[in-house]
């Protein structure tokens, strides 16, 4: 038996059999209730599920297909996740055959002040030990990692009422890898030694960062990647994770945030080009075209 309804300001979820392997064919539901006009909060302790056979799909609210989130599976901890409102809901689901460890979660309620503990990336540390709106918070790396993204953090509400961080949690990226953190109105971005393919093997990560309330866009002109052996997983969008590969150059590609996260995942055997993409905050776009209309009227009067 598996699944139920979980009730409780705090407690944890383990897949069945954790961490010896959870059953294959499993079908295991749970759904977290939580005090009317409170959130809850959940931080993956452990996470080893079959990648791309077995799923935990997350849902925002019931396990209804209006509510879907996101879907998980690989060897990575996923980050903290915070539901919108006082119910969230958890579903496993595995194939006939081949399991994994399983996972172990734990979750919490979040008063209406508090943005919760966004959690620390691998090889980061976190300085700081409250979260409600106006704390702030620091993130550092460990000797031989650098680290993209803001090392600040702020617990602010957004337009909707709601506590949130104003920056996505840095990642700690090693430093004989390709990337960097990404700032200003429009850039360029590509792999490592565009385009010859020259790649190291150890890929890269990149984060743009905008200003609270703006979005980017980034698009794609050149791509080139080995199939089911290269990969650009992008982070921030609609869907929450994307993952691209192959020859076809991807449509653009909208940020539902501030920020977008792009990590490049390659082996060393291969000479195809890589990619090269073009980004560009949403809020400077709209300001140019602004811009610019303004001046077509301003001809068309003199005329």
Not at 106 to 130: D, H
């Amino acid at each position: 038996t598996c699944g139920g309804t979980l009730k409780g300001r705090n407690g944890t979820i383990e897949s069945p059999g954790f961490p010896y392997g959870y059953p294959n064919g499993a079908n295991c539901t749970w759904v977290i209730v939580a005090e009317e006009g409170t959130r809850i909060h959940i931080v993956f302790q452990s996470f080893a599920v079959e990648e791309e056979y077995d799923f935990l799909s997350l849902y925002d609210g019931h396990p209804h297909p209006a509510n879907f989130r996101t879907r998980l599976t690989g060897f990575t901890i996923p980050p903290p996740v915070t539901s919108s409102g006082s119910i969230f809901s958890l579903r496993l689901t595995s194939d006939f055959a081949v399991s994994a460890h399983g996972f172990k979660v734990a979750y919490e309620e979040l008063r209406s002040s508090s943005c919760g503990n966004p959690g620390v990336p691998p090889k980061g540390i976190l300085n700081g030990t409250q979260f409600n709106v106006g704390d702030k918070i620091r993130y550092r790396c460990v000797t031989g990692y650098v680290l993209d993204g803001h090392s600040l953090l702020t617990c602010v509400n957004n337009a909707a009422g709601v506590s949130v961080w104003d920056f996505p949690v840095p990642i700690c990226r090693a430093e004989d890898t390709c990337g960097g953190t990404l700032r200003g109105s429009s850039g360029l971005i590509s792999s490592f030694d565009f385009p010859s393919g020259d790649s190291p093997g150890n890929g890269g990560g990149w984060t743009i960062l905008a200003d609270p309330g703006d979005t980017i866009s980034l698009v794609f002109t050149e791509f080139q990647m080995e199939e089911k052996s290269d990969f650009l997983e992008i982070e921030g969008s609609e869907p929450p994770t994307i993952w691209l590969t192959g020859m076809n150059i991807p449509a653009p590609i909208i940020s539902n945030k501030n920020w977008l996260r792009l990590h490049f995942v390659t082996e060393s055997n291969h000479r195809h080009k890589g990619f090269r993409a073009h980004f560009a905050v949403m809020f400077y776009l709209c300001i140019r075209l602004t811009t610019y209309l303004r001046v077509l009227i301003k001809i068309d009067g003199y005329r």
